[in-house]
Nanobody, 121 residues
Framework: QVQLVESGGGLVQPGGSLRLSCAAS????????IGWLRQVPGKEREFLASVSWSGAGTFYSDAVKGRFVVSRDNAKNMAYLQMNNLKPEDSAVYYCAADLNMKTTPFGHTWGQGTQVTVSS
């Protein structure tokens, strides 16, 4: 079982960038697709992006396609979400998650604890 811990959240101005990191421990990180999702209080968790176990394949929601880039480094047991041109509506708690397939819906059978991202001037 893999355990996930997110980091890199914080306060950023509109138009700015942040890179979130997801550190994995335990067994089999490279066997799983890794995804990023976010949640705003009172709303359902929203899928954003995922990367295949090898890193060769990626999948994005329309909401973030062209602005966010998902990647991973299996040698370091890390995954990343580079977020560019951030908007106030991107403010949320961001989670990384693991699943067997990068297009599984709903995504994620293992979750991190989340990291807060706030986009505000």
């Amino acid at each position: 079982q893999v355990q996930l811990v997110e980091s890199g959240g914080g306060l950023v101005q509109p138009g700015g960038s942040l890179r979130l990191s997801c550190a994995a421990s335990g067994r089999g990180f490279s066997n799983y697709a890794i995804g990023w999702l976010r949640q705003v209080p009172g709303k359902e968790r929203e899928f954003l992006a995922s990367v295949s176990w090898s890193g060769a394949g990626t999948f994005y929601s329309d909401a973030v396609k062209g602005r966010f880039v998902v990647s991973r480094d299996n040698a370091k047991n890390m995954a990343y979400l580079q977020m560019n041109n951030l908007k106030p509506e991107d403010s949320a708690v961001y989670y990384c998650a693991a699943d067997l397939n990068m297009k599984t819906t709903p995504f994620g059978h293992t979750w991190g604890q989340g990291t807060q991202v706030t986009v505000s001037s």
